[in-house]
């Protein structure tokens, strides 16, 4: 397999944060309650999981476990038995760095938002993982000049983040400030801007230039799906040419929206909405100011709703294939394009779903 179809990810943060959770949830669908089950990761967990056009995923979750672990807080005894004193933090950092950090397509870095040491030991962690990933992935001379003129960070604090760094500038940098339900909701957005802030702040300061998008998640909320679909976009190298073909659908089926989906994640993987007037006439103004009044938030939402609907049809073996949904003012349908993928086509008014049916089929050839 060429290494340009195999992307490797690490997932990294201190040991509690959430990581092994995160990975329960979006690759092995596992419900949100269930993690509470979860054993400690040692040392570091490897899998390799098959994504949309042959892109193979290479995850790798680096347990955080360190001598002031909180594992005991959390009862973890089994655990205790297995770790000991084995700091597997600062053996990533140190006799395994070049293991672990080497030929890095992205780094995911979970910070746990209720930890005490959150801009004090958690980000002297994070930084020292930059530091270990510039060293073994040092940017080409041309790229780093680029990465200086974009100014490094793109943060953006509330999870639309267009990265400034692209992957040929060095690897991908996300930030999640987990566990956000922990945090009172008038509190999140302050929280995340401040944190954003200070770390970027020491960040900068400790000679990192490339690029950092943050976001807010929790397992309890779709904010874990919005942060998660941004991480596989960016692992797809053909992402703008499957949006044209997903605009020349909308086109020619006079749909609203278009959203499409990995098969087993159900995350985005990419989107378009009518901005301007189909076929059936209606103003410009009117179809571009009904689009600004959605849900921001609504494609995680599917994918949170699915995913438990799914699960839930599993339990009582009865396999999910699609879904349709009719309204006086909507109309959707759910359904399998292609072995890797689920279409949802979002039409405006009471139509027959058997319509959009159609219209998925025909589109099928030119997905595969
Ligand atoms: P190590 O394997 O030791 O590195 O830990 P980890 O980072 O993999 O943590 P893990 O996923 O095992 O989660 C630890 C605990 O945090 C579990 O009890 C989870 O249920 C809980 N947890 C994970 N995500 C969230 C979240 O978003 N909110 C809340 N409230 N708890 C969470």
């Given at each position: 397999m060429s290494s340009k179809s195999r992307k490797k990810v690490l997932l990294m943060g201190k040991s509690g944060s959430g990581k092994t959770s995160m990975r329960a949830i979006i690759f092995k669908s596992q419900l949100a309650a269930d993690t509470r089950r979860l054993g400690a990761t040692i040392d570091v967990e490897n899998s390799q999981i098959k994504f949309l056009g042959g892109l193979r995923l290479d995850l790798w979750d680096c347990g955080g476990q360190d001598c002031r672990s909180s594992h005991t807080e959390r009862g973890r005894n089994s655990r205790?038995?297995?770790?000991?004193?084995?700091?597997?933090?600062?053996s990533h950092l140190t006799a395994q760095s070049s293991t672990v950090f080497r030929s890095v397509h992205s780094l995911i870095y979970i910070f746990d938002a209720e930890s005490p040491e959150l801009l004090t030991s958690d980000t002297v962690y994070f930084l020292k993982c930059l530091r270990a990933l510039r060293d073994q992935?040092?940017?080409?001379?041309?790229?780093?000049?680029?990465?200086?003129?974009?100014g490094g960070a793109s943060a953006n604090g509330n999870g639309n983040g267009s990265s400034s760094a692209s992957n040929d500038e060095g690897p991908t940098v996300f930030v999640l400030l987990h566990k956000m339900d922990l945090v009172p909701v008038d509190q999140q957005g302050s929280k995340l801007a401040e944190f954003e802030n200070e770390v970027t702040k020491k960040a900068r300061e400790g000679g990192y230039k490339g690029g950092m998008q943050f976001y807010g998640t929790s397992i309890w909320n779709e904010t874990l799906y919005k942060a998660w679909s941004v991480v596989m976009a960016n692992l797809m190298p053909s992402l703008s040419s499957l949006r044209t073909h997903l605009d020349h659908f909308l086109d020619l089926s006079g749909a609203s929206?278009?959203?499409?989906?990995?098969?087993?994640?159900f995350l985005v993987i990419s989107s378009v909405t009518r901005t301007t007037p189909s076929a059936s006439g209606e103003e410009g103004d009117e179809v571009a100011s009904e689009a600004k009044d959605w849900d921001e938030r609504r494609f995680e939402r599917i994918s949170t709703m699915v995913k438990a609907f799914k699960l839930g049809c599993s339990k009582i073996r009865s396999p999910f294939s699609s879904l349709s949904v009719s309204t006086r003012h909507y109309t959707a349908v759910l359904d399998a394009l292609s072995p890797e993928t689920y279409i949802l086509v979002v039409a405006k008014g009471h139509i027959q779903t058997a319509a959009l049916e159609l219209n998925i089929r025909l589109a099928r050839p030119h997905f595969a």
């Open positions: 205790l038995t297995l770790c000991g004193r084995i700091a597997f933090m600062d992935n040092p940017p080409s001379s041309s790229s780093s000049s680029s990465a200086a003129n974009n929206e278009i959203v499409l989906f990995e098969r087993t994640t």
